[in-house]
């Protein structure tokens, strides 16, 4: 069984989600991060695990389910805050983030029997899902974040170390309105739909 890695931001308002602003206020984008969270750990709940834990920058809320380890993200860039995630991992992890509330089960539930790796690539070029058999922090770090060669790069490393990679379906991250729009699409029925619907009709007065 694997360990489910989330790292995430507490959503707070002028923290998170600030290419949503504008359209959305800070306070709107931050409950729109809140819900994509929320979304996200529902499914990381009922995806099988041995552990899962969520690492964060921030404290925890009412939006956290029971189940959770809490462990706080380390200092420096994203690339050794999730390098320092997976090295928190005696066994096969697989981390996600918190901006792919389309997210199920089903995508997170993975087998290392015939793959060292899984890797999830994102529609702007980054990655929503990084699995490792062995999790090896020296494979994320010096990896260009948050860049349109982001997951270019990360997954030219995992095949440069010799592992065997296993590709997951290509999501969409929620960054801007319109990526807000399309992913709710995806999942309608979802925390972050019913929050972007309460949001565009409170802006709409």
Not at 20 to 33: G, K, R, V
Not at 126 to 151: D, H, I, K, N, Y
Request: charged share 20%; hydrophobic share 45%; with cysteine.
């Amino acid at each position: 069984m694997t360990t489910l890695l989330v790292i995430a931001k507490e959503p707070r308002p002028g923290r998170v989600k600030t290419r949503l602003t504008p359209p959305f206020s800070p306070e709107q984008a931050a409950a729109l991060a809140e819900a994509s969270l929320a979304d996200t750990l529902r499914a990381v709940a009922a995806a099988p695990a041995t552990r899962r834990v969520l690492v964060l920058d921030g404290r925890p809320g009412s939006w956290l389910p029971p189940g959770f380890d809490v462990v706080p993200q380390c200092a420096g860039g994203l690339d050794a805050r999730l390098a320092d995630a997976f090295a928190r991992c005696a066994g096969p992890a697989l981390l996600i983030g918190m901006d792919t509330p389309q997210v199920t089960p089903q995508l997170l539930t993975v087998d290392f029997a015939d793959c060292d790796a899984y890797f999830g690539p994102a529609e702007d070029g980054g990655f929503w899902a990084l699995g490792l058999a062995r999790p090896e922090p020296a494979l994320l770090r010096g990896v260009p974040m948050s860049v349109p060669e982001t997951g270019i790069v990360q997954r030219e490393r995992l095949v440069a170390a010799g592992l065997r990679v296993r590709d997951l379906p290509r999501l969409r991250d929620v960054d801007t309105a319109a990526d807000a729009r399309a992913v709710a699409a995806l999942a309608p029925h979802g925390t972050f739909a019913a929050r972007l619907a309460d949001c565009t009709a409170a802006g709409a007065r």
